[in-house]
């Protein structure tokens, strides 16, 4: 029997392990600048000088989000990218949003990713779309390359 629990516990680090450096080498693919590609608030499109001037910084475990030089959302995040689809949640410190907690899913393709994140208190999204009065938001995001 002590056998058993010692083998089992051994499993459960190992597989503990990896799923920590599979989060890890997913946070260093989110770091940089990002450019927004496209992005729609409840089934509604962002306006074009909105998209065309969001950027996202992320460093760490920390994103801000600028949309027209004005903070949009500031906010420590957490990942895993274990689960399918991804999930991000963040903690905003700034912005609309300031003091909630958003729950998200994410993509990343090279240097493509797709966010959808629901509104404060509204489950995290099970898909990236969105429907009217869902509070959803849908991004997508170029790595900007120095």
């Known amino acids: 029997m002590r056998t058993i629990l010692v083998g089992l ?4 680090l190992c597989g503990a392990d990896k799923k920590e450096d599979a989060v890890k080498k997913e946070l260093e693919l989110l770091q940089g600048e ?3 590609v496209s992005g ?3 089934k509604q ?3 074009e000088n ?3 001037d969001a950027t996202r910084l992320v460093k760490g475990d920390e994103t801000t989000v600028t949309i ?3 903070i949009w959302m500031k906010a420590k995040f957490t990942i895993d990218s274990t689960k399918k689809p991804k999930t991000i949640d963040y903690e905003v410190s700034d912005g609309p949003a300031k003091g909630k907690t ?4 994410y993509e990343l393709d090279g ?3 797709k966010f959808c994140y629901a509104s404060p208190g509204k489950d995290r999204p099970k898909d990236f779309a969105t429907e009217k009065g869902a509070g959803l938001t849908l991004s997508t995001w170029k790595k900007i390359k120095k």
């Not at 516990?9 to 459960?12: A, I, P, R």
């Not at 958003?102 to 899913?105: A, E, F, S």
């Open 9 to 12: 516990t051994v499993c459960f």
């Open 34 to 36: 990002w450019s927004m």
């Open 40 to 42: 729609e608030i409840d």
């Open 45 to 47: 499109p962002l306006p």
């Open 50 to 52: 909105y998209v065309k």
């Open 68 to 70: 027209n030089g004005q």
């Open 102 to 105: 958003l729950l998200g899913i």
């Open 111 to 113: 240097d493509t990713i």
